[in-house]
């Protein structure tokens, strides 16, 4: 049998890619980095609505049709535009009854329940308690909490942007140090993602149908929006 000889350094390189490899592929740092920016937010999207319970269709739909009509005349008239207001649901739900042991006995209708809700952007925070009285007195019996928001949050995420990367810097600077090592150039950054997120919201209040006006505005408390960004960078490392 012949044998066939391969030269020693041909051997080596073919068994043996991962220490090529290992010689070749530059030391990195990687790191991570988070940034935070705490601001007041300047406007609010509150759902409201009307509930109206009646035994017939017609008078549910239309006494919450006539409340609705009221809220949104009243919602023009106070300075809110119409590009600001949109429809959420409308429903009609039959109410039943109830058997001798206390569940819902589904043969029997005992009337119905029609509900109406509006999405409303308000600009305006301070305009926002004097709005929330306004609708209430027009026959509004629901608001289903309330959202603070920016209306132009471009800028207060490009600070959290740098926040982050002036984060991510810090760290590789320090865990450099602690190395012992230098750091090299930047070889990627990546933004891992972003976020905004109410520190506040209103929760869902529900009033009596009958209800008059409220003498007074409703108190709000727009509190502070954290918006957050996370980026993740790669440095090489030198020796010093």
Do not use: C, W
Request: net charge negative.
């Amino acid at each position: 049998m012949r044998s066939v000889l391969f030269p020693l350094a041909l051997v080596g390189s073919l068994l043996s890619p991962a220490a090529i490899f290992a010689e070749t592929a530059p030391r990195t740092i990687a790191v991570s980095g988070e940034g935070e920016v705490s601001v007041v937010p300047d406007m609010a999207t509150v759902s409201l609505g009307v509930l109206i319970e009646a035994t017939e269709t017609g008078s549910a739909m239309d006494q919450a049709s006539s409340a609705t009509a009221a809220i949104l005349a009243k919602l023009a008239e106070v300075g809110v535009a119409d590009a600001d207001v949109r429809s959420g649901s409308v429903r009609l739900t039959p109410r039943y009854g109830r058997t001798v042991l206390g569940g819902t006995d589904f043969s029997k209708i005992e009337g119905y329940t029609a509900q109406n809700t509006v999405d409303v952007k308000v600009r305006d925070i301070n305009a926002l308690g004097g709005i929330l009285s306004a609708v209430v007195g027009q026959g509004a019996n629901t608001i289903n909490g309330i959202d603070f928001g920016l209306q132009h949050p471009e800028d207060v995420m490009d600070a959290a942007r740098r926040a982050a990367v002036a984060e991510a810097i810090r760290r590789a600077a320090l865990y450099a140090d602690a190395a012992g090592v230098a750091l090299g150039p930047l070889m990627s950054l990546n933004e891992n993602g972003y976020s905004g997120v109410p520190m506040f919201r209103g929760g869902p209040m529900m009033m009596d149908a009958m209800a008059s006006a409220p003498s007074m505005d409703v108190p709000v408390a727009p509190g502070e929006i954290t918006v957050s960004a996370n980026v993740s960078m790669v440095y090489e490392i030198q020796d010093k």
